[in-house]
């Protein structure tokens, strides 16, 4: 059995105590105004780019040959999907390089030790023929490496309950990362481009990428978008009145499991792509605090939660990695019990905020709830993302989705009547969510209702 390199992880070092893989310092005042600011904004899923599907160039046609001789018959069928659907071409990315530029250079450029670019190529090719292998399953830790892996998240505790703890919890680990998978998926189907020069880059020795944002996509004011960046702790330089320099990078224990899944992958976990991905992007939304090898996040200043990404969080992390202006629309009313109490918005109303959004060609992701009944009947979520719909022989609206939590390689379908009441929050284009009201910035209605929470808190108990 092929083993995973562990050496450069340095899981201990010589005097026994946990060897932190360091993150890299944000460059140089100099580095981003070197890199080539995008003439494509993706505010709108419209793409304008002219659809390419044969090889033109010299240089095209030996990338694609380098790839198909390192790919099984399996593979290379999967190569030539890319090409003839169109998207192996497409270039729309930050720096214009396209789908078929960054899947050559992780197969042939340096990948981080561990990892192997033919592997990351298979997976690329995978999520181009069907994106809905995209998940949040989580993978199981190895044998070999379950003590290691312990031991760093323990800090190396001799305490026998606190490793038997820390090992079924290993064991019994679900993710609850549903909204950076979906946010994956997304960006995905909808910026390939974008997203396999991200996956090249987090791929990388150096297991980062950057990302150049219009600063009106988190916030109209530019100071506003300034202080997002600083609250959430979002390396990053600012370009100009404009723009903005991001730093994407995955918590420091996302390349161990990473690593692990380069060799020891079973069929329905997350891919090392899936892994990098979404850790990136709970880095993003929990202030750097997220950990792949616990999925868990520290509590901040708008949150006393430890799993997975508040609403406004996910908004946060959407609008970055998309460069996107959307607005996280509420449209159930909760209790302070955790109860579902109402609604903002008629249901006819929600729906055609739904199939406007569609039209426009965007996805929209979505929340919704249940109640749990071993929580007390308090509302549980989960987020998903809406990609179509569909007529049912009797006139009901049935709405395609992708669920990252179900187990399936294939989208779900679910009926207008079980999913518009159950929808508390979605992702809506700005034009489209504020033909009716006047919408605050979801982080600015999130913080004031944290604050109201934590007073009437104090309140109840003086």
């Given at each position: 059995m092929v083993s995973v390199n562990f050496q450069n992880v340095k899981v201990y070092q010589t005097s026994g105590t946990a060897d932190k893989i360091q993150t890299a310092p944000f460059p140089s005042a100099s580095a981003p105004k070197q890199m080539q600011a995008p003439t494509f904004r993706a505010e709108g899923y419209h793409d304008t780019l002219t659809v390419r599907t044969q090889l033109v160039t010299s240089d095209e046609k030996k990338k694609y040959k380098e790839i198909s001789k390192e790919l099984s018959s399996g593979y290379r069928k999967k190569l030539d999907y890319a090409l003839k659907s169109g998207i192996l071409l497409k270039n729309n990315s930050d720096d214009k390089s396209s789908v078929l530029d960054n899947l050559h250079k992780i197969l042939k450029e340096e990948r981080d030790p561990g990892l192997d670019g033919r592997t990351i190529v298979q997976e690329c090719l995978d999520i181009i023929n069907?994106?809905?292998?995209?998940?949040?399953?989580?993978?199981?830790?190895?044998?070999?490496?379950k003590l290691p892996v312990i031991g760093l998240i323990t800090n190396l505790s001799e305490n026998m309950n606190e490793i038997k703890e820390t090992s079924q919890?290993?064991?019994e680990m679900h993710t609850g990362t549903c909204p950076t998978a979906s946010i994956e998926f997304d960006l995905a189907t909808k910026n390939p481009a974008e997203f396999f020069r991200i996956v090249e880059g987090l791929t990388s020795p150096k297991n980062?990428?950057?990302?150049?944002?219009?600063m009106d996509s988190l916030s109209e004011k530019t100071l506003d978008a300034v202080w997002?960046?600083?609250?959430?702790?979002?390396?990053?330089?600012?370009?100009?009145?404009?723009?903005?320099?991001?730093?994407?990078?995955?918590?420091?224990?996302?390349?161990?499991r990473a690593r692990i899944q380069n060799n020891h992958r079973d069929k329905g976990e997350r891919s090392i792509i899936d892994v990098l991905m979404q850790s990136t992007m709970m880095q993003l939304g929990s202030q750097q605090t997220y950990d792949s090898l616990t999925d868990r996040r520290e509590p901040n200043a708008w949150t006393e939660e430890n799993g997975g990404l508040i609403e406004f969080e996910k908004t946060y992390v959407e609008s970055v990695m998309e460069n996107k202006n959307t607005i996280s629309v509420i449209y159930q009313t909760v209790d302070?019990?955790?109860?579902?109490?109402?609604y903002e918005k008629d249901f006819d109303t929600i729906k055609k905020e739904l199939l406007d959004t569609l039209h426009m060609g965007y996805n929209v992701i979505i929340g919704y709830t249940w109640p749990d009944p071993e929580n007390d009947n308090k509302l549980a979520g989960h987020e998903i993302t809406i990609v179509g719909y569909k007529t049912a022989p009797n006139g009901e609206l049935i709405f395609i989705c992708q669920d990252s939590d179900d187990g399936l390689d294939a989208p779900v379908e679910m009926p207008e009547s079980f999913l518009i009441p159950s929808i508390h929050h979605a992702g809506i284009p700005e034009e489209i969510a504020t033909r009716d009201f006047e919408y605050k910035d979801s982080w600015k209605v999130g913080m004031e209702e944290f604050e109201k929470m934590q007073q009437e808190k104090k309140n109840q108990n003086p």
């Open positions: 069907n994106p809905y292998v995209i998940t949040q399953t989580c993978e199981d830790i190895p044998k070999e490496y919890a290993l064991d980062e990428a950057y990302k150049v944002i219009d997002l960046l600083n609250k959430f702790k979002t390396p990053h330089e600012i370009v100009d009145f404009n723009k903005a320099v991001i730093l994407l990078k995955p918590d420091e224990n996302a390349i161990i302070e019990n955790g109860r579902l109490k109402g």
